[in-house]
Each structure stands twice: as structure tokens, then as C-alpha cells.
């Protein structure tokens, strides 16, 4: 039996198709936006999308699906380690789960994203699966076990793999989406020794530390900070003589008032944990935020922004 269309409907399915493989929105911070956040590359958003939750690391780890669960188990789970990005998104209501996924889609293979795999919530492994992927937390990204579709790619840019993760759900029936990006890569050396930090203070006065890490908009130091807090603190006991300023630093992304507090409270935060961990004298450091406004690179790119993002140690 032929199906037969009146005049002109052919060419509303195709419009009715344009709109939905082309909603996606330019690559560009919207109103509404968590501060500091954008959209990946060349990936950009569905239309009239916010980004809720934003988190880039330089060098962290990233779980991704390649096949779904069997008995409530990963049967292909992929450990990746590189620079990390996770961008949340919502959309106000009216768009399907499936209608978001597909504009995703469509735009990694645009971007040359060569498909891994691709789910619905049964065809996943339900909620366990959900539970196996690094989501970021609530209310940042909301995640219904029951409804919901993954897609994942892979491909290869400049002699380095990069691999994508795009989870939709729904709550309210306002759409949920997390894009999470994989750039595979070895982790930079970052730690500086008791020994350059004296030469540095010796040779320029100051000297810069990329070993304290903080999440993202906070002033609490991560535990993987140790190692450089150690090398600071052997410094200071092998020198009784030395006092430091401990300055924070930050990029340019967010308000000039927010960054020059949050910078402040980052370089107390480390001279609080020196002497509450390793017994340093407190008259011995002193603290100051100042923000972006001494940036060692271009807060125009990711690498400019990753070297001005700091504390440094400066000799009075």
C-alpha cells in the first residue's frame, strides 16, 4: 500500500527535520550560565540550553561506556586520563530525551567523532549503568535511571585520542544533558622542590606553584595538594628565618570582585592548612588575593588561563 501526501508535506517533514539536526546554539557563554563556564568546541548546545554544572581539569580521570551492562555489570568500561571537561546542561521544557541526544550526536560526527555506542535506559543496563558514569552532582545534572539515553565516541586530532560521553535524562520534564570530554594525555609535572622554591625566591623574589589544586569556584585545597604543601613546609623548617607572602591567583573568567575574593580566601586556605598540618609558625606567612590582575598568559585560550590559575610564594 503507497502512503500518499498532500501538497507541501514533504517539504514540512524536511523543515520539521532541519530544525531538529540544526538546534544547536553557537559556542558562546549565555545569560544564565554558571559563572566561568562554556561550551566545548566546536560542540557548542542544544538550542535555549544553560549550562547548570562546569567543571575542566587539566589533568584528571574520566569513566566512559563502550557496550552495555550485562547482570548489572560494565562489560567495556574505559578508565581515560587526560585533560577532563564536564559541561551540564538544562533545557526548558518542550524537546524529547531522544530529540537533545540526536543533536549531540549529530554534532560529534560533525566534529569527526567516530561512534562508539549508543543506548536507551533498558538497552543500557538501567540504573546501574547511570551509577558507573561520572555525573556531576545534583542540581548541576539530574539523572532519571529510568529514562534515559547515552551516546559515546571517539576520535583521534593531532596524534592524541579524545573521547566524548553525552548522558540525557529529564526532571520536571526539562531536559538534563552532561557533555564529558576525554583528552587523552600524561599528566604534566607540576611539583616544585623545597630546593627550587628557595632558588626562586632567591633569584626573583617569587615563584609560582602548580601542585595546589581546588574544584572549581572553591577555596578548599584538595588532597592531592599534599606533596607541594610538604615541599613548602620543608622550606620554611629549613629556613626558621624565612617569612612568606602567599599569593592566590586566578583567571579572568567570572567577576573581577568574585576572583580577588576567591583568590584572598585560596592562599589562606594554604597558610591555614601549613600550620594547622605542618606546625608553621602563622606570624611567618601572610596572605593576599589579587585576582587576574597579574596573569603570567593569555586568558584568550585554556593554556593561558591553566598557567594563571596559582598561588605563588613571595619573599618579603
Same mark, same amino acid.
Given at each position: ?8 508535506t ?21 545569560? &544564565?550560565?554558571?559563572a ?28 566512559l ?23 551540564? *546542561? ?20 560533525? $566534529?569527526g ?11 543500557? &543496563? ?10 556531576l ?36 520534564q526539562?531536559?538534563?544533558? $552532561? ?30 606553584? *602548580?601542585?595546589? *589544586? ?19 613546609? $620543608? ?31 585560596r ?21 593576599? &588575593? ?27
Amino acid at each position: 500500500m503507497k502512503m500518499r501526501f498532500r501538497p507541501g508535506t514533504l517539504a514540512q517533514l524536511a523543515l520539521i527535520a532541519a530544525s531538529i539536526f540544526h538546534s544547536f546554539a553557537p559556542a558562546a557563554a549565555q545569560p &544564565g550560565d554558571v559563572a566561568g563556564a562554556k561550551d566545548y568546541p566546536g560542540i557548542g548546545r542544544f538550542a535555549g540550553s544553560v549550562i547548570t554544572g562546569y567543571v575542566a581539569k587539566d589533568f584528571d580521570a574520566a569513566r566512559l561506556q563502550a557496550a552495555p551492562f550485562k547482570d548489572g555489570k560494565a562489560t567495556d568500561e574505559r578508565r581515560l586520563e587526560g585533560r577532563i571537561v564536564r559541561i551540564a *546542561y538544562r533545557t526548558a521544557p518542550g524537546p524529547s530525551i531522544l530529540e537533545v541526544a540526536r543533536n549531540f550526536e549529530n554534532q560529534l560526527a560533525k $566534529q569527526g567523532f567516530e561512534p562508539l555506542f549508543a543506548c536507551d535506559t533498558d538497552a543500557c &543496563g538501567g540504573i546501574p549503568f547511570t551509577e558507573a558514569i561520572d555525573i556531576l552532582p545534583v542540581p548541576q545534572m539530574w539523572v532519571d535511571g529510568f529514562e534515559y539515553r547515552y551516546v559515546a565516541g571517539r576520535k583521534a586530532a593531532d596524534g592524541r585520542e579524545i573521547y566524548a560521553g553525552v548522558l540525557v535524562s529529564q526532571n520536571n520534564q526539562q531536559i538534563y544533558a $552532561q557533555l564529558t570530554i576525554a583528552e587523552l594525555g600524561a599528566m604534566e609535572n607540576k611539583m616544585v622542590s623545597a630546593a627550587a622554591m628557595a632558588k626562586g625566591l632567591g633569584d626573583k623574589g617569587h615563584i609560582a606553584l *602548580y601542585g595546589i *589544586y581546588f574544584d572549581t569556584d572553591k577555596a578548599t585545597i584538595k588532597p592531592e595538594s599534599r606533596p607541594t604543601l610538604e615541599q613548602i613546609a $620543608q622550606l620554611l623548617t629549613g629556613q626558621p628565618q624565612l617569612n612568606v607572602f602567599i599569593v592566590g591567583h586566578t583567571d579572568n573568567q567570572g567577576s573581577y570582585d568574585y576572583n580577588l575574593d576567591l583568590s584572598r580566601r585560596r592562599a589562606e586556605a594554604v597558610a591555614a592548612e601549613l600550620v594547622r598540618s605542618f606546625r608553621i609558625v602563622p606570624a611567618r606567612l601572610r596572605t593576599a &588575593g589579587v585576582g587576574l590582575l597579574a596573569p603570567v598568559g593569555s586568558n584568550a585560550t585554556d593554556a593561558g588561563r591553566a598557567l594563571n590559575r596559582r598561588v605563588e610564594l613571595v619573599a618579603p
